[in-house]
């Protein structure tokens, strides 16, 4: 039900069923391993937030109950969000995924979409981006 509704972008649904759950799960290991729950598509309910329509909210406060950013995933959610122009989502998963280094692919490096992110994001941080540009200059 978590991801059918995170999916569908209904944030005070998400808060209802976590507040509901938090009374179920006596552990709160229980609770954590409930929202990164993952269907048989390896999707979980944050990931399915994303990829919907990026639903700021949604994954906001998922993040905060405790859902994990799939490392394995993390660069292509992030990409993902750019492309579609998700930008406020795009930056959630980026300031909460821990590693800060993007790690972008060869067909990105012309991308307007990707280069403006990248500039607005090392602005606000006030600190130089860490990427691996040696991919783009190797293809150069």
């Not at 995170?6 to 759950?21: N, S």
Request: net charge positive; hydrophobic share 45%; glycine share 4%.
């Amino acid at each position: 039900l978590l991801m059918f509704v995170a999916y569908c972008g209904h944030r005070r649904l998400i808060r209802q069923l976590l507040d509901v759950a938090k009374i179920h799960f006596i552990e709160p290991d229980s609770l954590v391993e409930y929202i990164n729950a993952v269907n048989e598509n390896k999707e979980s309910a944050l990931t399915l937030a994303v990829k919907a329509r990026g639903f700021t909210e949604c994954a906001d406060v998922l993040i905060q109950a405790g859902a994990a950013i799939p490392t394995s995933r993390r660069d292509a959610l992030i990409r993902f969000c750019v492309n579609k122009k998700f930008a406020r989502t795009a930056a959630l998963l980026s300031a909460n995924s821990g590693d800060q280094t993007l790690v972008l692919e060869p067909d990105d490096r012309d991308s307007v979409e990707v280069l403006s992110y990248q500039l607005q994001r090392a602005l606000r941080a006030g600190a130089r981006e860490r990427v691996q540009w040696a991919k783009f200059l190797s293809v150069a």
